[in-house]
Nanobody, 115 residues
Framework: QVRLVESGGGLVQPGGSLRLSCAAS????????MGWYCQAPGKQRELVAS???????NYADSVKGRFTISRDNAKYTLYLQMNSLKPKDTTVYYC?????????WGKGTRVTVST
């Protein structure tokens, strides 16, 4: 059973940093692409960053140069290092994978950027 559990969210001041983690289980983590998504209230879920099994990465324009996605296959964990955070980054962040054609999502971790 595929399971994704996010952690690391919280309250941070503008300009601060957070590192999100997504612990994966129930499948062979290293061979599947992973992604971080966010969903603001009233909006559709959007891609923040993705990483392939070969560690090629892709970022939304809004986070390029500030966020870094990475993975530790030995630990079955996906990361999102978030630097220079802005109030507009406030939302819930979800990790996602697609295994054999089926999408799996975690329950999300909330990030709030505020003074």
């Amino acid at each position: 059973q595929v399971r994704l559990v996010e952690s690391g969210g919280g309250l941070v001041q503008p300009g601060g940093s957070l590192r999100l983690s997504c612990a994966a289980s129930g499948y062979f983590f290293s061979i599947y692409s992973m992604g971080w998504y966010c969903q603001a209230p009233g909006k559709q879920r959007e891609l923040v960053a993705s990483i392939t099994s070969g560690t090629s990465t892709n970022y939304a324009d809004s986070v390029k140069g500030r966020f870094t996605i990475s993975r530790d296959n030995a630990k079955y964990t996906l990361y999102l290092q978030m630097n220079s955070l802005k109030p507009k980054d406030t939302t819930v962040y979800y990790c996602k994978t697609n295994v054999l054609g089926m999408n799996y999502w975690g329950k999300g971790t909330r990030v709030t950027v505020s003074t």
